[in-house]
């Protein structure tokens, strides 16, 4: 493959508008993630209505607690990551306390390394923030979350369950101590 060939990768804060692309972007890599640990389609049906709906996602845009990026590949949209601010952790002590609420990318693009330029977009800006750690929870059992952030020197620090639905699911919380200015 040579230089031209190559897809061009873009990433961008996001902004009010863009609201719907996140909306469909988290239903869809939510489903393509986790859609198959759900015995009641309709609870993964209720959850996505309500965690991706327009509305929601508009408003947690407004927030200035919310910062959120757009990976784009070859001006197609194709994941999203959500820094929360000032969200603490009762397995973090620090004070300057942020979350990486959620990095998602849909599953064709995955080996693109999307994900690890939106992370590197959102610790920057935590660390230009002056947040001392970041953390955030994935699933028990998603290795390759689980081995991406590791390699991000993210430790485990914790876990915590969380019902959806009928599904009851076990996370790990992961920390980092971020290395600010």
């Not at 863009?18 to 609870?43: N, V, Y």
Request: hydrophobic share 40%.
């Amino acid at each position: 493959m040579n230089k031209t060939d190559m897809p061009r990768i873009e990433t961008r804060l996001a902004t009010g508008s863009d609201a719907q692309l996140i909306a469909l972007l988290g239903r869809i890599t939510f489903s393509q993630t986790f859609g198959h640990l759900f015995r009641e389609p309709q609870d993964l049906l209720n959850y996505c209505n309500t965690v991706f709906s327009v509305m929601k996602i508009e408003s947690s845009l407004s927030e200035a607690n919310s910062v959120f990026w757009l990976a784009f590949v070859d001006q197609l949209p194709v994941g999203y990551a959500k820094l929360k601010c000032n969200e603490t952790s009762p397995f973090v002590s620090t004070e300057r306390v942020c979350q990486l609420q959620k990095i998602y990318v849909l599953k064709d693009f995955l080996s693109l390394g999307i994900g690890l330029n939106l992370q590197r977009r959102l610790l920057e800006k935590a660390a230009s923030m002056k947040f001392e750690t970041i953390w955030l929870s994935v699933l028990k059992g998603n290795e390759r979350a689980l081995k991406f952030y590791t390699k991000s020197d993210f430790k485990i620090v914790g876990s915590h369950r969380f019902q959806i639905g009928q599904e009851n699911f076990e996370f790990n919380v992961m920390s980092n101590t971020l290395a600010v200015d």
